[in-house]
């Protein structure tokens, strides 16, 4: 059995350790940062050409089942998995984390884009954690407000005029969360509904800081794809047991 598992998220990579020695594994990586953390099994970096060229890679290496284990936000891909995938006839399942729930405590502001979200800071505060990723940051590029953008590589679009940039990658402890909010005076706090254990402690750190946090909503996904939680259950779901 071939499975193709798209994504370089950290539930792809132990997606692919499950499952490396059990059948032939292929990760694929987008490619857009610098040095990713590479899965077990083989790996190819780069895009496929659109849905149709995905669909001509399905058939030409033998997949069997593809997972979409991409990121919560990379939303143009998981439409072209699923239209690749019922083209070559091959099985698909997503790996989805499940996104963030407010508790109590929590002081959440929710917007549908970054647009909305740089909107949505008028009147919280003039200094912004920004953790949204380096993908986007033009959305902030008038905003006024002073920004902390923390990101893994380094952006490579306009910024806020007034920014510090912070290269850094998860996991992140509540300990050092707590530490660079206070270090850096943060009023509010700014991320995308990405889910997972990796960068949740952040929020902690808000809501123990008393700041509000503005959360841009995930995108929606293709329909009628079946879902797994974990890399536990899609492994599972793949090896039949």
Known sequence: M???ILGGTSEARALAGLLHGEVRVTSSLAGRVANPRLPEGEVRIGG???ADGLAEWLAE???DTVIDATHPF????SFHAARAAATAHVPLLALRRPGWVPGEGDDWRSVASLEEAAGALDGLGDRVFLTTGRMGLAAFAACPQWFLVRSVDAPDTPTPARAEILLDRGPFSLEGERA????????VLVTKDSGGAATAPKLT???EAGLPVVVVRRPPVPSGVPVAAT???????????
């Open 2 to 4: 071939h499975v193709l």
């Open 74 to 77: 990379a939303e143009r891909m």
């Open 205 to 207: 750190a808000a809501r």
């Open 61 to 63: 290496h033998a997949v």
């Open 48 to 50: 496929f050409g659109g």
């Open 180 to 187: 660079l909010l206070a270090a850096h005076r943060i009023d």
């Open 231 to 241: 890399p536990e259950e899609a492994a599972a779901r793949v090896l039949g047991r």
